[in-house]
């Protein structure tokens, strides 16, 4: 029988990366993302990890304020940090949950982000009730919406005014799997 979303906090694997709950040992790692502008720059201001300027607070919130809305886990490879994976926005009555990542700088371009979003799609698809997967990009991150094409996602709506916490509305891609 599968699991509901929300019904515990996973820990997802590949022979590649790791994917599980951040602890207070990742704070330093977790802090050089969350300060990053350059990783931040397509990304909404009100981000769970940039909610408080204490990091070991925000490590603390994450598996009880915020595990009422998101599950956030961080991903790793060969024990290092690499950024977050994120799954939030659950619709229960329609077993639909969207995902989000964020990665440090030194990740980029080397596979990780499209290998998350496989585990992430494996594991909703597989071990939960989520029959409907979402995803929201800005308009000009080319890279993250070819990680969304690469793992069979399709761009349903694009340059959507969205809400991401800016002064004025956000353009943004809505993409489905």
């Given amino acids: 029988m599968k699991k509901k979303l929300f019904s515990e906090i996973p820990q ?13 040992s990742d704070s330093d790692s977790l802090e050089k993302l ?42 790793f490879e060969s024990d290092r940090f690499c950024g977050l994976a994120e799954m939030y926005g659950l619709r229960d009555e329609i077993h639909k ?25 494996d594991y909703l698809l597989s071990q939960t009730d989520i029959e409907i997967i979402t995803a929201s990009t800005m308009v000009e991150n080319r890279a993250s919406a070819k990680v969304l094409m690469n793992n069979g996602f399709q761009l349903v709506n694009s340059n959507v005014g969205e809400d991401w916490g800016y002064g004025r509305p956000t353009p943004a891609d809505k993409w489905f799997l």
């Fill in 34 to 75: 969350a300060r990053s502008g350059i990783v931040y720059r397509f990304l909404p201001t009100f981000l769970y990890e940039q909610k408080y300027p204490d990091i070991r607070r925000v490590i603390d919130g994450l598996y009880t304020e915020c595990f009422r809305d998101s599950i956030i886990l961080g991903v």
């Fill in 97 to 121: 949950v969207s995902i989000g990542y964020r990665f440090l700088q030194e990740c980029w371009g080397r596979g990780i982000a499209t290998e998350t979003v496989r585990l992430l799609v």
């Fill in 12 to 24: 997802i694997e590949s022979r590649r990366l790791l994917l599980r709950q951040i602890a207070q």
